[in-house]
């Protein structure tokens, strides 16, 4: 942030490594036996070892050898460790390290890192260094991973082992009444994405100027209630309602709810994290495919927002005309504006979070789910790749839809509103639900 001495900024970035690091051992050693943690929970995901060991070398090429210039430590392993080389369902079979000696290679690369630091000088003229952009970017990258980490638990079968944090799993506050349904959002233009922000990924940048024709968009997020109508009114068996893609996913995979829920007579249990409870009807839906998502708008006689209408939605301050980082302002996430970090272990209740209402009224757009858009995910008008391929462009393209505004196992260093998430739209592991919107025109 503006104002902070190079002392400060690296004191920052040590607590926010380390807090990463903290959460990681969490999910892990802290959590599972080596057994657990070399199994293959699902063919979706990666053993967690993996994602473990992955971590620290990232940390490796990035921190120690390209910020801080050092000799490789284990530049044996990096094949190992590259996404592209090996899919997550084969990863089993590489002699990947073992719990014990990933813990080991982690701690190791952490030591180096920080001791590198302290003799770093930021230099404004290094791009990957400049505001400690490449720190700011690994801090991330461990965060994601946790995320990820987090779906392969929820994956998992077997007792649970997480519970909520200590310190911070209030329940949200009283949201009072409840807001409209909908709000309009008049046409006009907004700035999209960022070109200032030392968090910001390749994907989100550079800002740019985009015209959005009025749409009314959704207060709060699909429930579980909401979906339930859509299943009981035969959404699912209604061909005219899918895309045909869609209509082909819903044969192939032969799925007729979201994952992880089961029938129970007349009522619908669901599974989360190793506990099964009675589906909570307040709820945001959770674990719907893009397929499911266009299925239920249509349904409703609605359609998903665009990337760009969400990121309005989000951002856009009508008063100002400017853009804010999240949807109630410029000042960081806490408690009461967002369920992020895996400080509860589900989303809130739709409706929750007045105070973290964007500019338009519009709630729980950081935090609770990811949701969809309608939009492909590619590169803005001006898109430079940075630091690396492999982030962002290699995705680039129609295979994959945009998911905006973290879900509640997002840490806030991953949620400001101009960051992109993308996934193949028959995807149901990650915590993504959506909400709705309309153009303006059509009432
Ligand atoms: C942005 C969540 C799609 O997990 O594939 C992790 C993040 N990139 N390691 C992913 C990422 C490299 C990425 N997503
Ligand atoms: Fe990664």
Redesign the pocket.
Known sequence: AAGRTPDQIKARIAAELTGGRDRTLGLTLAALDDDELLAQHSPLMSPLVWDLAHIGN?EEQWLMRAAAGMAALRPEIDRLYD?FEHPRATRITLPLLRPGEARDYIADVRTRVLDALDALELRPDRPLLAEGFVFNMVIQ?EH??DE?MLATHQLRRGAPVLAEASQGAPAPADPGRPPPAEVLVAAGPFTMGTSGDSWALDNERPAHTVHVPAFWIDTVPVTNRRYLEFMADGGYERERLWTAAGWRWRGSSGKRSPAFWTADGDRWLRRRLGRVEPLPLDEPVQHVCWYEADAFARWAGRRLPTEAEWEKAARHDPASGRSRRYPWGDEEPDAHRANLGQRRLRPAPAGSYPDGASAYGVRQLVGDVWEWTSTDFTGYPGFKVFPYRD?SEVFFGTDYKVLRGGSWATHPSVARASFR???YPVRRQIFAGFRCARDAEAR
Do not use: R
């Open positions: 990232y996404a990258h994601q991973h990820t982030y998430n993308w996934d």
